[in-house]
């Protein structure tokens, strides 16, 4: 079982910047994939982020630019620097674990609370 507990949402202006922080309870952190999603009102849940063991990451097109991901292995911790914020990065965002699963990473489907970020004027 795997705990999350999300934090440093909050309301920022377009063009602001914030940075999220997740802690992980489980052991082997450091092989797992850790990744960011976010869901808005009436959304589906989706991937914003992913790094892997190796530092390896990836973003979706919408952040590409704006977002980086980052993790401390020996803290569980993985982050999310948010900069050039939009009003469309306006949702409840969650950290989530991959698994190792073949050649890539499959996601628990075990979620914590999320932090809400608020872009907004």
């Known amino acids: 079982q795997v705990h999350y507990v999300e934090s440093g949402g909050g309301l920022v202006q377009p063009g602001g910047s914030l940075r999220l922080s997740c802690s992980v309870s489980?052991?082997?952190?450091?092989?797992?994939?850790m990744g960011w999603y976010r869901q808005a009102p009436g959304q589906q849940r989706g991937q914003v982020a992913t790094?892997?063991?190796?530092?390896?990451?990836k973003y979706a097109d919408s952040v590409k630019g704006r977002f980086t991901i980052s993790r401390d292995n020996a803290k569980k911790m993985v982050y999310l620097r948010m900069n050039k914020l939009k009003q469309e990065d306006t949702a409840v965002y969650f950290c989530n674990l991959g698994v190792p699963l073949g050649a890539g990473f499959e996601y628990l489907d075990s979620w914590g609370q999320g932090t809400q970020v608020t872009v907004s004027s």
């Open positions: 489980r052991p082997n952190f450091d092989t797992a994939s």
């Open positions: 790094i892997g063991p190796g530092d390896i990451a």
